[in-house]
């Protein structure tokens, strides 16, 4: 299986700040690579796919960037709509993982 | 706009089989793929399985031995059955539209397992 490595697993950031998450891959994903958010008791919700696709009615504050083995999830401004935990997935192949979350607290 | 809606039991007994039902609306079974994805209380997400509208599966290896997705196309729907389940399986299980990503989402349903 392919192991998904976020870090930080979690911050601590105000309202306003850039925000950055990185994500690597145990081994080359090319550009597979999707960033979800989930806020408590909520289901996930796709971000970016493709590495630097943003969703269609997802804030343009948040992007992507990476290939091969590392990756990144950037919000440019942060809000507070955007506290929430954030996951990486892989769908390189069939046996799609994900990382283990990235916490994004109130400062 | 495709939504989904996971059903069945919120309580199985250890070493019983726990059976879930994902209805799919305002979209067909019979196109794109879908797929089952679990999360621990307090956890990260666990991909369970895939199948695709033409009836291949796809397991996660570390249930592989346990687990079975299925398509009714008659009812638009699509289920997961997990057999020998253990406290281990207690989680919110969701079921969602599977492309190049997970596009939708159901909004999930706790299945706790204990006697």
């Known amino acids: 299986d392919i192991q998904m490595t976020q870090s930080p697993s979690s911050l601590s950031a105000s309202v306003g700040d850039r925000v950055t998450i990185t994500c690597r891959a145990s081994?080359?994903?090319?550009?597979?690579l999707n960033w979800y958010q989930q806020k408590p008791g909520k289901a996930p919700r796709i971000l970016i796919y493709?590495?630097?696709s943003l969703e269609s009615g997802v804030p343009s504050r948040f992007s992507g960037s990476g290939s091969g083995t590392d990756f990144s999830l950037t919000i440019s401004s942060l809000q507070p709509e955007d506290f929430a935990t954030y996951y990486c997935q892989q769908s390189y192949n069939n046996t799609l993982t994900f990382g283990g979350g990235t916490k994004v607290e109130i400062k | 706009q495709v939504q989904l809606q996971e059903s069945g039991p919120g309580l199985v007994k250890p070493s019983e089989t726990l059976s879930l039902t994902c209805t799919v609306s305002?979209?067909?079974?019979?196109?794109?793929?879908w797929s089952w994805i679990r999360q621990p209380p307090g956890k990260g997400l666990e991909w369970v399985a895939y199948i695709s509208y033409n009836g291949d599966t796809n397991y996660n290896p570390s249930l592989k031995t346990r687990v079975t997705i299925s398509l009714d196309t008659s009812k638009n729907q699509f289920s997961l059955r997990l057999n020998s389940v253990t406290a281990a399986d207690t989680a919110v299980y969701y079921c969602?539209?599977?492309?190049?990503?997970?596009?939708?989402w159901g909004q999930g349903t706790l299945v706790t397992v204990s006697s």
């Open positions: 081994q080359s994903i090319s550009s597979f």
């Open positions: 493709l590495t630097s």
């Open positions: 969602a539209g599977l492309g190049k990503y997970f596009q939708r």
């Open positions: 305002g979209g067909s079974v019979s196109s794109y793929m």
